[in-house]
């Protein structure tokens, strides 16, 4: 089976077509099975064609086949087979790991309330295979999971979003035919979402809606994390300052809080796949605008990183930190993009020894992540980072605790345990500003308090800084120090 064209491939021939295939057409020639029926593409989001077959009536849909069993595929048509318990759904991958996964007590991916919602469909109406040619020859609907028509998830709160959605968006076709199709899948929804929730477009109006969605996202804590670099130089707390525009009833609180970056899975490539559409469109002034959106993420990162370095007098050289958090957010274990990949990185640069705690990702997603070409050469991974089994061994000995999942956990640690075993002075560096509450009590322990947009510490460790405001380019990584 061919695999399906990545986002930007698909943008270089016109709008990226919907995941949704509705199964009673040419798959012979398109999915290499089955025969029957006549084509047309039908919905919003993904990297597939979607395919529909109706040349005459609508037909009530029994059989569904997700192709693809990830982050989303997975919680997705769970989902369904929850709410539509006379909906056979059959998920099939060509990872044959990762299917037996899904159908062993240990599910491949942490989303809260997900494991409850397969257990409870599993076996009934809810099956996972690597067997694709048969299941997409038994369905009347096929869902390829790149995203799905498309999706509007958070990780986190993603089985939540599903049940309880703002609203289900379809695009496709404006023919007799495409509308069928569409409005199939919206009888599919409408098994728990209220119909005026389900909006329907056309293809274009789809495609750029969810582009658009996750760009003023994206824009939003860019905008707040340029803000907190202004307030760590003026004094401001810019947890104040969010507060305050917050309660602008125009503006609103939602993705006003400021951290080390964002990450995840769709933030970047989305507003990258509409940078590109701009540049395509010859519209450079668009696309250099939301270019920006990813600069000031890139700026942040690198920004926490060189702040950790001048707050350890100038140099990370073999000395030990601890990471507290590798996924990009907490409630999941996705690493995608995250932003402790990165500052592990310019800290990896700088021969830091890192040792790395978090409660839901796997020591091996560690390794490679931290082993990609872009980030780590050679052995540099080997050489210089530990994967921890518990926040108190890898803050054990550490010059530093730096913070970068906001995990509701590290809020509850003892952290009169955590100093004594720390070498002195001993430093926090909070990259998600999630020991607000406890700044006296840490300071009081003997902590040196470093946190986004804000001046905790009053005085410093006697050191004899050069004077310098550090200036940081938005294209270089932090400056080398040589090493001793």
Same mark, same amino acid.
């Given at each position: 089976m061919k695999p399906p064209p990545s986002r930007a491939e698909a943008f270089k021939y016109g709008p990226r077509p919907g995941t949704l295939v509705a199964v009673r057409g040419d798959l012979a020639e398109r999915l290499q099975c089955g025969p029957e029926g006549g084509v047309v593409r039908a919905a919003g989001t993904g990297a597939e064609a979607a395919l529909g077959a109706w040349n005459t009536v609508m037909f009530e849909i029994k059989k569904i086949c997700c192709i693809g069993a990830g982050y989303v595929g997975g919680p997705t048509c769970s989902v369904i087979a929850q709410m539509c318990p006379e909906i056979k759904v059959t998920v099939v991958d060509v990872n044959e790991s990762r299917i037996n996964a899904w159908n062993s007590p240990t599910l491949p991916i942490y989303e809260p309330g997900l494991k409850e919602v397969v257990e409870a469909c599993r076996g009934k109406n809810l099956f996972f295979s690597t067997n694709i040619d048969d299941a997409i020859k038994e369905a009347d609907l096929v869902f390829i999971s790149v995203l799905s028509n498309p999706e509007f998830l958070a990780e986190g709160t993603a089985i939540k979003d599903l049940k309880n959605p703002d609203r289900v968006l379809i695009g496709g076709d404006e023919t007799p035919e495409g509308q069928r199709a569409v409005q199939a899948l919206c009888a599919v929804y409408q098994h728990w979402v209220p119909k005026e929730k389900i909006l329907t477009t056309n293809t274009w109006s789809s495609e750029l809606s969810k582009l658009a969605a996750n760009a003023f996202l994206a824009q939003r804590i860019s905008s707040i994390n340029s803000i907190s670099a202004l307030c760590e130089a003026t004094g401001a707390d810019v947890e104040e300052v969010a507060t305050a525009i917050g309660m602008d009833q125009r503006i609103g609180n939602k993705f006003l809080k400021a951290s080390v970056g964002f990450?995840?899975?769709?933030?970047?490539?989305?507003?990258?796949?509409?940078?590109?559409?701009? !540049?395509?469109?010859?519209?450079?002034?668009? =696309? +250099? &605008?939301?270019?920006?959106?990813?600069? #000031?993420?890139? &700026?942040?990162?690198?920004?926490?990183?060189?702040? #950790?370095?001048?707050?350890?007098?100038?140099?990370?050289? *073999?000395?030990?930190?601890?990471?507290?958090?590798?996924?990009?957010?907490?409630?999941?274990?996705?690493?995608?993009? %995250? %932003?402790?990949?990165?500052?592990?990185?310019?800290?990896?640069?700088?021969?830091? @020894?890192? @040792? #790395?705690?978090?409660?839901?990702?796997?020591?091996?997603?560690?390794?490679?992540?931290?082993? @990609?070409?872009?980030?780590? !050469? *050679?052995?540099?991974?080997?050489?210089?980072?530990?994967?921890?089994?518990?926040?108190?061994? /890898?803050?054990?000995? /550490? +010059? /530093?605790?730096?913070?970068?999942?906001?995990?509701?956990?590290?809020?509850?640690? *003892? &952290?009169?345990?955590? +100093?004594?075993?720390?070498?002195?002075?001993?430093?926090?560096?909070?990259?998600?500003?999630?020991?607000?509450?406890?700044? +006296?009590?840490?300071?009081?322990?003997?902590?040196? #308090?470093?946190?986004?947009?804000?001046?905790?510490?009053?005085?410093?460790?006697? &050191? =004899?800084?050069?004077? !310098?405001?550090?200036?940081?380019?938005?294209?270089?990584?932090?400056?080398?120090?040589?090493?001793?």
């Open positions: 990450g995840g899975s769709c933030f970047q490539k989305d507003v990258l796949n509409l940078v590109y559409l701009c !540049e395509a469109l010859n519209l450079p002034e668009v =696309a +250099h &605008y939301w270019q920006q959106v990813i600069d #000031i993420n890139d &700026y942040q990162r690198r920004r926490f990183a060189s702040r #950790i370095i001048d707050g350890l007098f100038n140099t990370v050289t *073999d000395k030990k930190i601890a990471i507290l958090g590798f996924a990009f957010k907490k409630d999941t274990g996705d690493t995608r993009e %995250s %932003s402790s990949i990165y500052i592990s990185k310019y800290l990896m640069d700088e021969g830091a @020894h890192l @040792h #790395i705690y978090d409660p839901k990702v796997p020591r091996e997603q560690i390794v490679v992540d931290l082993s @990609h070409p872009g980030v780590s !050469e *050679d052995d540099q991974v080997s050489q210089l980072v530990t994967i921890s089994k518990d926040p108190y061994e /890898a803050c054990d000995g /550490a +010059h /530093a605790v730096v913070i970068c999942t906001e995990w509701d956990m590290f809020k509850e640690l *003892d &952290y009169e345990r955590i +100093h004594k075993k720390m070498l002195k002075p001993a430093f926090i560096f909070d990259g998600r500003r999630v020991l607000d509450g406890l700044h +006296h009590e840490l300071q009081t322990i003997g902590f040196q #308090i470093e946190t986004i947009g804000k001046k905790v510490s009053s005085k410093r460790i006697p &050191y =004899a800084p050069s004077g !310098e405001i550090p200036k940081f380019s938005l294209q270089d990584p932090p400056n080398k120090k040589p090493r001793v």
